[in-house]
C-alpha cells in the first residue's frame, strides 16, 4: 500500500503487511536516519501493537509526526 501522508515532511509512506505482521516500510522524504530506524523497529511487528505505540507522537508544533502518519496507514489498511 502506498499512503500519501499529510501534515508531515515524508510524501509517501510504502506499507507491506502480510498476516497481520507489517513486512516492511519504506517512506519518501522526511528525515531519512530517523525513518529507517522506524521502518526497521516496526518490520516484523503486529499491525495492532505498531498502532498502539505509534499512535499520537507529534513532531515539534504539528499535530502529527511521521510515525502517527503510519499508524494512520496501518489503521486504514486494517478496515478496508
Request: net charge negative.
Amino acid at each position: 500500500m502506498i499512503y500519501r501522508p499529510k501534515g508531515v515532511c515524508s510524501n509517501t509512506i510504502d506499507v507491506q503487511v502480510e498476516d497481520g505482521v507489517i513486512k516492511s516500510v519504506e517512506f519518501t522524504g522526511g528525515c531519512n536516519g530517523n525513518l529507517q530506524g522506524i521502518s526497521r523497529l516496526v518490520a516484523g511487528m503486529k499491525v495492532e501493537d505498531a498502532i498502539d505505540r505509534l499512535k499520537g507522537i507529534k513532531c515539534g508544533f504539528k499535530s502529527t509526526s511521521c510515525p502517527d502518519q503510519l499508524a494512520c496507514a496501518l489503521q486504514e489498511m486494517i478496515s478496508d
